[in-house]
């Protein structure tokens, strides 16, 4: 039986093969400086998911985390990945609260916080942000469950809070704030790297309105999905979309996987007609055998008979390796001995000298 999602308890862990609370946000410092965020937080039963190795984990559930931290001016990203994290404290509420440490040496406890039905706090070693959520949630699909021929998954959004906070660029604590996302997904869909395909965009244009636009297909079928929310929490939702991909791609020298980074999309319904583009390229993220491009990124083009403009966040999932795991790895021990090779060289200069 289909279950309407409540709040705040649907906010909370399930007992579903796959869950994910996400976080994406666009902000800028005192100067003006732009900078980009994403934070991930999984939660996969270790017989299910189908991961490599995760039936040897020695629990029932267990947590992973992605996030990164874009530097749009110095076009530089930094990225982490964490395969296993320790809960250490999971707080007794009605809300969702949890702290957990990603077994690094000094790199402190992160936390994910619902304060109250709008408040949230979020923190890992790159970022310490306050966030306020200004709509309503966003049910994808109008219900919060979404069919998606051989997948089904519960899916909601908040797709306007305001942000405020630091973030950490080497040793600089900088003050910032904008505006975040946030995607809660939970589903009982164990992972297949061959029909785990999707291009997903998270759009806020300037005129307060905000949209999802969901490209799914499973190895044989494809599904679409546009659902938008506007300044007034008025919704909409349509599968009637047209996506283009404009074939321009971005090669990764890690993987050789190339990803489209460039898009548009119509959506009669509210009379949309947008272009996508990156912020930055370089944006892959690989964790094993599990490979995708997520980033920033800018909007333009009309809704209705008007030009409007935005910014928002893409996630390209499904495009394949062209290396294997062993060259990427033979790969990263060459840079890393030519680095240190170059290191060490420098170090004898100096103590000659």
Known sequence: ???????????????NIIEWWYFNGN?????????????????????????????????KYFYFSHHLLCDIKKKKTYSEIHPILVITKQKKSK?????????IPDNGEFEIKQLNMKKYSIKTDMFNLKLISKKKPLLEGGSGFLRLHSKSTYYYSLTDINTKGTIKIGRKTIEVKGK????????????N???NKWNWFSIKLNNKTDIIILEFYDGKNKDYLASIIDSNNKSFHTKKIKLKNLKKFWTSKKTGASYPLYWEVQIPKIKAKLKISPLLKKQEMVNGIINYWEGPTTISGTLGN??????????????PMKK??????????EDYLKENINNLQKAVKKILK
């Open 1 to 15: 039986m289909l279950k309407k999602i409540k709040f705040p308890q649907d906010e909370k862990p399930h007992k």
């Open 306 to 319: 008007k030009k409007i403009k935005g910014e928002g966040f893409m996630e390209l999932v499904g495009y």
């Open 180 to 191: 975040s996302w946030m995607d809660h997904q939970w589903a009982d869909v164990p992972y």
């Open 193 to 195: 790297k061959n029909t």
């Open 324 to 333: 294997s795991l062993l060259k990427q790895y033979e790969e990263k021990a």
């Open 27 to 59: 902000l800028e410092d005192k100067k003006g400086n732009k900078y980009s965020y994403m934070n991930t937080l999984f939660k996969a039963d270790a017989d299910k998911i189908n991961f490599p190795f995760s039936n040897l984990i020695p629990i």
């Open 95 to 103: 809300f969702f609260n949890i702290t957990y440490d990603t077994l």
